[in-house]
């Protein structure tokens, strides 16, 4: 009989838990406390075939950060922080180097003006990288992987930046 009630007041918890969501809708996110270079703001960025959470990367601009870029899917990805010219830069380079026979990946690089940051992660890994955002008025900055197809394949989020 304990188990009973134990499932009846599950039962009438999860309802009321229920009824409570459906009542009153999520507030908004709250702003971000900006990072410094003493403290930096820490952000988690997962990467999965083909996609990453979260699916929008909220940034403070000028803030200091410390990414923690972690692969939880199978293949090697990438998080390349940057604008378009950025991005491009990265997808030209790579392809260059696509269907490279097997063995330790080919080095690719690109103009350091060009550059951003760039993130390589193995299968499992983890990999943390600080980061000065750039000041606002820069052009739009999306986090992609250009490991060959992968772009194509829609891995790409945009950064939202945040007022402090
Ligand atoms: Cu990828």
Do not use: K
């Not at 996110?29 to 270079?37: M, R």
């Not at 269907?99 to 350091?112: I, R």
């Amino acid at each position: 009989m304990p188990a009973v009630v134990a499932s009846v007041a599950c039962a009438v918890l999860g309802l009321a838990v229920l009824a409570g969501c459906a009542a009153a809708p999520p507030g908004p996110t709250p702003v971000p406390i900006p990072g410094t270079v003493d403290r930096p703001r820490e952000v988690n960025i997962i990467a999965r075939e083909y996609t990453y959470d979260p699916s929008t990367v909220d940034l403070v601009p000028g803030e200091t950060v410390l990414f923690h870029i972690v692969n939880a899917g199978l293949d090697v990805h990438e998080v390349v922080i940057g604008d378009a010219t950025t991005q491009d830069a990265w997808e030209a380079a790579e392809a260059e180097v696509a269907g490279a026979p097997p063995g330790p990946t080919p080095l690719v690089s690109v103009p350091a003006e060009r550059a951003g940051l760039r993130v390589v992660v193995t299968s499992g890994q983890r990999v943390d990288a600080v980061w000065t955002v750039p000041a606002r008025g820069t052009p739009a900055l999306v986090v992609g992987c250009h490991i060959p197809g992968h772009w194509a394949r829609g891995m790409q989020v945009a950064v939202r930046f945040a007022a402090p």
